[in-house]
């Protein structure tokens, strides 16, 4: 029996993808390309924003028309779409055999014939990588609550996994040659209330950090109010631990910031930047940012565009608002915002970040970095045939996970120290030299 699953959406969805896409492998099933040489189609589905829900309902629209081909593939909807009653799904989409909430792959199995898989089955499960990078999901769920935010209502509580479990799948991937994992959660500094004697997520990273193979870890997506002095301390300890944060403002505006209740006020979370800035030399800072958000004055807006133009961030995602049908912000707020104002604002702030990405990382112009080599760099049009893909360049990214084109002599799996000879907003590129690495970017 042979799968396809389609992917939407944040690395806990591309996790989830993989972890169903094991078990199905355990059960003796293969992968495939084309939805159309499957027996099961799952599509694994995001609502944080309306097109990632466009996309999905296109791509159902466009399996209803192979199913009328006379295709007999199994559909599938899986993620954040699906919600605890999946009756109006079910109606809208009758041609679809089973719905199933993020991690609760059982409706699938059951619409395949697997509904007799024991307790254990799914714990025991872990991916097989086709790569030297992995995601690891460490706490599932989300206890915050943000007004504009479906995840809580879709991915339910915040739930830890034990220390030992994910120290577990962790081995597993770096005996297949995974050499970088990154530890993930909504907001994975949430690691570990939940346990017996709440460990955190410094406790977590001091107790993989010896696992053999692996030789770089991440975490993400910070949650400014519950990053501690004890997790910055434990990444600034830990060599193998990136010098990297991802940690998102949301707004500069502390108006806008109680809107969206995300518990905090822009000095707060500058407070944080500067824990994690002293403590952590060289740091990269990625942020996330929603312009437009329900009721945002041009004042408000400006605040948020005056905190990027100051925080040096490496990196921003920026996004208009668009409401959520079940967030709070949908019942309460008015999304009175004019769409012409919002895309005029996400513009103001892509310039402003390219500007400010493309100043960053040009200081790394010249230097030698070390980067992990995940692969050759995808075909352009044209090119065809193995000659092509041995002159393609390599990639791989930086331990402030910025990405590097490179040649040199190299294998995918290996940390190169590249010199970098051209630098952009996006993207740096270089050759490798043998010399050690001098400084982490
Ligand atoms: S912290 Fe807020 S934005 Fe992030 S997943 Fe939880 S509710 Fe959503």
Known sequence: MRYHIWTVGCQMNVADSHKLGAGLD????????????????????????????????SKLGTLKKLRRQGKQFKIAVMGCMVGVNSDDLQRRFPYVDAFARPQQFEPIMEAVGHEDLGGEFW???FETPDGPTAYVPIVHGCDKFCTYCIVPYRRGRERSRTIDDVYA???????????????????????GHDLDGTPDL?????????????????????????????????????????????????????AVLERMRRGYTVAEYLEKLELIRRAVPDVAVLTDLIVGFCGETEAEFQSSYDLLANAGFDKVHVAAYSSRPGTIAHRELADDVPQDVKLARLHAVEQLETGISGGINGRLLGRDVEVLVEGRKAAAAGDDGAAAVAERPWFGRTRGNKLVHLTGDVAVGELATVRIEHTSAWSLSGHTVPAPVTAAT
């Open 123 to 125: 714990p025991a499960t």
């Open 26 to 57: 355990r059960l003796g099933w293969a992968s495939v390309e084309s939805p159309e040489d499957a027996d099961l189609v799952v599509l694994n589905t995001c609502s944080i924003r309306e097109h990632a829900e466009q996309r999905a309902l």
């Open 202 to 254: 410094g406790d977590l990273l001091r107790a993989v950090h010896d696992i053999e193979g692996i030789a770089r870890l991440r975490f993400l997506t910070s949650y400014p109010k519950d990053m501690t002095e004890r997790i910055v301390a434990a990444v600034a300890e830990l060599p193998k631990v990136c010098e990297s944060f991802y940690i998102p403002v949301q707004s500069g505006d502390d």
């Open 169 to 191: 799948e962790m081995a597993h991937l770096a005996a297949r040659g995974v050499r970088e994992v990154t530890l993930l959660g909504q907001t994975v500094e949430a690691y």
